[in-house]
């Protein structure tokens, strides 16, 4: 199974960033109990951001909850991540992971006007 994310390598303050994992050789509906988002700001440790379990539920960090939107498209087997109201803080390596055992390569986002 390899999952590849996708999306805007730029985003300004204020925006919307959207962000899709691609599922190849998996199912989103299945594979793994759930399907996440974790980020890494530069020179920081890895931040849990939410997940979408296999039967759709979704669980959201706290400190994250008010700003973050997690969905699923199974016709096109992906998930996608919406992060509100972007600031400079933003910024990180995004990954998408399979149960944290099956991990995407990252995207750069960059929250800069």
């Known amino acids: 199974v390899q999952l590849q994310e996708s999306g805007p390598g730029l985003v300004k303050p204020s925006q919307t960033l959207s962000l899709t994992c691609t599922v190849s050789g998996g199912s989103v509906t299945g594979t793994y109990n759930a399907y996440m988002w974790i980020r890494q700001p530069p020179g920081k440790g890895p931040e849990w951001m939410g997940a979408?379990?296999?039967?759709?539920?979704?669980y959201y960090s706290p400190s994250l909850k008010s700003r973050t939107s997690i969905s699923r498209d199974t016709s096109k087997n992906q998930f996608t991540l919406q992060l509100m109201s972007v600031i400079p803080e933003d910024t990180a390596v995004y990954y998408c992971?399979?149960?944290?055992?099956?991990w995407g390569k990252g995207t750069q986002v960059t929250v800069s006007s």
């Open positions: 992971s399979g149960d944290l055992v099956n």
């Open positions: 979408i379990a296999y039967s759709g539920s979704t």
